[in-house]
């Protein structure tokens, strides 16, 4: 299957860390990304770890990979009010072309 | 680099007409998709192009069609429109169909009255 899950609404406060989670059902995803959208715009590219890694680090933002549990999660530290956006989870499958299978999304709120 | 580019930004169309959307992807990506997002189906994939050929579709009826230009833009086309085709059209392009990171432009927005 190509479901892919993400709880809806995170709340966090300002210089706290965020945890977004997401979980997926195809076990062969070869690439899984975060995207962030804020109001009225596209996707923007955050981050993205290739399935053979536990854990990718890009400045603020920590992923985590765990494959046995087909989970991952972005971790965003210091979150800081620009951070609030919808953040999507995507993987893409091998075989399956340049299509993503995007997350529901995860609005986050940063308050002061 | 300039990145993805989508024009026009926002459409209002009645139900029946027709609307083409444009899409021009990054220098040198070869690879462009499209995506639907509205607020109650989400992000779904609709088709990709690749030199000029479609090589992948969503599950959407055969009034959402596509093309590709040799200089690799793309036009997305949608007849006969309905409502619920009110939406969020975004585009993403990629260098090749093996590199799978894909940049999205900033989005159509579609208003069908």
């Known amino acids: 299957g190509e479901d892919v899950e993400q709880s809806l609404f995170l709340s966090v406060r300002e210089g706290d860390s965020s945890v977004i989670n997401c979980t997926y059902t195809?076990?062969?995803?070869?690439?899984l990304y975060w995207y962030k959208q804020e109001p009225g715009a596209g996707l923007q590219l955050l981050t993205y770890?290739?399935?053979?890694?536990d854990m990718k680090q890009d400045q603020r933002l920590t992923v985590l990979l765990n494959k046995k549990d087909k989970h991952l999660s972005l971790r965003i530290a210091d979150t800081q009010t620009g951070d609030s956006a919808i953040y999507f989870c995507?993987?893409?499958?091998?075989?399956?072309?340049?299509?993503?299978?995007f997350g529901t999304g995860t609005r986050l709120q940063v308050t002061l | 680099k300039a990145g993805v580019t989508q024009t026009p930004r926002y459409l209002i169309k009645t139900r029946g007409q027709q609307v083409t959307l444009s899409c021009s992807p990054i220098?040198?990506?070869?690879?462009v998709s499209w995506y639907q997002q509205t607020p109650g189906q989400g992000l779904q994939f609709l088709f990709e192009?690749?030199?000029?050929?479609?090589?992948n579709k969503g599950n959407f009826p055969g009034r959402f069609s596509g093309r590709q230009f040799s200089n690799s833009r793309s036009e997305m086309n949608v007849s006969t429109l309905e409502l619920g085709d009110s939406a969020l059209y975004l585009c993403?392009?990629?260098?090749?169909?093996?590199?799978?990171?894909?940049?999205f432009g900033p989005g159509t927005r579609l208003l069908v009255l």
């Open positions: 993403a392009s990629s260098f090749s169909r093996v590199q799978e990171t894909q940049y």
């Open positions: 195809d076990s062969s995803s070869t690439y």
């Open positions: 770890i290739f399935s053979n890694m």
């Open positions: 995507a993987e893409w499958l091998a075989g399956t072309a340049s299509k993503l299978t």
């Open positions: 220098s040198g990506h070869r690879s």
């Open positions: 192009y690749f030199s000029e050929t479609q090589r």
